[in-house]
């Protein structure tokens, strides 16, 4: 059972960046897809961005794109989401998930993937 971990969530100002990370307790992540997720009260889960097992596809929700970036740090067994410029509406609880997959497999999805961390919540707020 792969158990994820979120961690770097935080109270930030408009403008301002957060690097969130996914690691694996006991485990590695470098041969899972990885999704970052967002869930805000009273929304579905919605897909945030995606990094295939070999690191080659990446994707973005158009909301994020240009201000999110997602990587894998493969010695480190870790996956982060860098978030800049962010906005009141990036406020959400984060969740990131890992599904064993094709080399090239990326999905905006949540039936998509198999393990679920337990969220990190990121507010940006004046």
């Known amino acids: 059972q792969l158990q994820l971990v979120e961690s770097g969530g935080g109270l930030v100002q408009p403008g301002g960046s957060l690097r969130l990370s996914c690691g694996a307790s006991?485990?590695?992540?470098?041969?899972?897809?990885i999704g970052w997720f967002r869930q805000a009260p009273g929304k579905e889960r919605e897909g945030v961005s995606c990094?295939?097992?070999?690191?080659?596809?990446?994707d973005y929700a158009d909301s994020v794109k240009g201000r999110f970036t997602i990587s894998r740090d493969n010695a480190k067994g870790t996956v982060y989401l860098q978030m800049n410029s962010l906005k009141p509406e990036d406020t959400a609880a984060y969740y990131c998930?890992?599904?064993?997959?094709?080399?090239?497999?990326?999905?905006?999805?949540?039936?998509?993937?198999?393990?679920w961390g337990q969220g990190t919540q990121v507010t940006v707020s004046s």
């Open positions: 998930a890992a599904a064993r997959s094709t080399y090239y497999f990326c999905s905006d999805q949540v039936s998509d993937f198999d393990y």
């Open positions: 006991g485990n590695t992540l470098n041969d899972y897809a």
């Open positions: 990094i295939s097992s070999n690191d080659i596809n990446i």
